[in-house]
């Protein structure tokens, strides 16, 4: 399955809407950076490699991961000063849609159904309604949709779904598309559910989560739950304590001296 690379300059984000939406800011005497005292600020690689980071905003800040270095923490930036920064930025939407071309579908999450809706690509029919076998939510509690985060793999075909009430993911495979419904492969407990508020936070503060590969398939982000999951074990392998608090990431590659962003669905 194909995914669309877009250096900086051709993106078109608003890069002021984008910060001023999904960040706070607090007083560096309150909260340090990242949630980790005494980060350096980043520094762009100088060599001709390629350098992959999960990028995680939280407080005014961009927190760079190196996946490379068991996901170590290895530097931030302010926003206010970097404003390149918001073109990767993803945008906020109560519906999430993912359009799978190789299977001429569309997958889309709905108000009030806990599962995955598949749509016919090209009229939007539907075709399926995947629901997560098992689980129950109760509509008083969590978000709305509770299907908060979808992502389908960029080397396989395979759909990941949040259940951002029950703090599981949903792994389906989606190879018998348009023909046969997705099939469901496994259920991944998170281990930090997702629900409290994000701290630090002044506004939007519920835990709602979010769900993002790497570009190499590799891994699998879950905002709000800060696990990072190794899609061959399917275990997790990491969490992320800006990505607990945070449902803000997006992955930053530097080849050739330039960013280098993944376009987002």
């Known amino acids: ?31 340090p950076r990242c949630l980790v005292s005494g980060v350096d600020t980043w520094r ?69 159904l806990l599962g995955v809706r598949v749509l016919d690509l090209r009229t939007k029919r539907q075709l399926y309604v995947t629901r997560f076998k098992d689980f129950t939510w109760n ?49 991944i407990r998170l281990t930090k559910p997702i629900s409290g508020d994000e701290s630090p936070c002044a506004r939007a503060c519920a835990r709602i989560g979010s769900l993002q590969h790497s570009a190499d398939g590799r891994f699998v982000y879950v905002g709000d739950s800060g696990d990072v999951i190794d899609t061959t074990t399917r275990e997790v392998v990491a969490n992320l304590d800006a990505l607990h608090n945070s449902r803000a990431a997006f992955e930053l590659d530097w080849v050739d001296g330039k960013p280098v962003f993944l376009q987002h669905s």
């Open 44 to 112: 762009p690689p100088t060599d001709a490699e390629t350098h992959r980071y999960e990028v995680v905003v939280l407080n005014g800040s961009a927190c760079f991961f190196d996946p490379s270095q068991h996901h170590r923490l290895v530097g931030a930036l302010s926003l206010a000063n970097a404003k390149w920064l918001a073109k990767g930025v993803p945008t906020a939407s109560e519906t999430l849609r993912v359009a799978d071309a190789e299977h001429g579908v569309v997958y889309e999450t709905k108000r009030g």
């Open 1 to 31: 399955m194909s995914r669309v690379w877009l250096r900086a300059a051709a993106l078109a984000f608003a890069a002021i809407g984008a910060i001023a939406g999904l960040t706070v800011y607090y007083s560096a005497d309150k909260v």
């Open 139 to 187: 509509p008083r509690f969590g978000p709305n949709p509770p299907t908060h985060g979808l992502s389908l793999a960029p080397d396989r075909p395979e759909l990941w779904a949040l259940d951002a009430p029950n703090s599981v993911v949903h792994l389906f495979d989606v190879s018998g598309l348009p023909d046969q419904p997705p099939r469901r492969i496994e259920d």
